[in-house]
């Protein structure tokens, strides 16, 4: 098994922590240690490099549909050209945006947005978004119904 660096890429021990930390992020490396084989140096070493080159990071991930925003839309933005990367910058800092990405296509970039209800989402849309210098036009496609949601990757080898 090689082992894992700072800069390179992932090896094998490198993938199956982040597996188990993926499925159980709050799992103790004593108790990933001894499925391993491994010393629980050996875990909180390869945790600290992912962590430190930023190929994993830890989080709690809340549900917005159990926690009081039942309302998802993602949203395509067209922009003038010049001002593409500070429209997205300023769509960033907007609270109801989740997920924001510069892309290729009918759209400049995608939002994904979580609101309180139509209204809230209506005023996102109306009063937040549409000032934005740079916007040009926007396209809304609620979520009726999330079938997948999957943070469990880039754990697998190419």
């Not at 549409?130 to 080898?157: C, D, H, M």
Request: proline share 4%; hydrophobic share 45%; aromatic share 6%.
């Amino acid at each position: 098994m090689a082992r894992g660096n700072n800069h390179g890429a992932l090896d094998d021990l490198d993938r199956r922590l982040m597996e188990v930390l993926q499925a159980d992020g709050r799992k103790p490396f004593t108790e990933i240690a001894a499925a391993f084989g491994v010393p629980e140096s050996t875990i909180r070493a390869r945790y600290k490099g992912l962590v430190d080159r930023g190929a994993l990071k830890v989080i709690a991930v809340a549900d917005p549909l159990k926690v009081g925003y039942p309302l998802m839309a993602m949203i395509g933005v067209r922009c003038t050209p010049a001002a593409l990367l500070t429209t997205a910058k300023e769509l960033e800092a907007l609270p109801e945006v989740s997920y924001c990405v510069v892309v290729a296509g009918a759209y400049d970039l995608l939002i994904e947005v979580v609101c309180e209800d139509n209204d809230a989402l209506l005023t996102f849309l109306t009063d937040r978004l549409r000032s934005i210098a740079g916007v040009l036009e926007t396209e809304t496609f609620v979520y009726l119904r999330i079938l997948k949601q999957n943070y469990e990757w880039g754990t697998t080898p190419t």
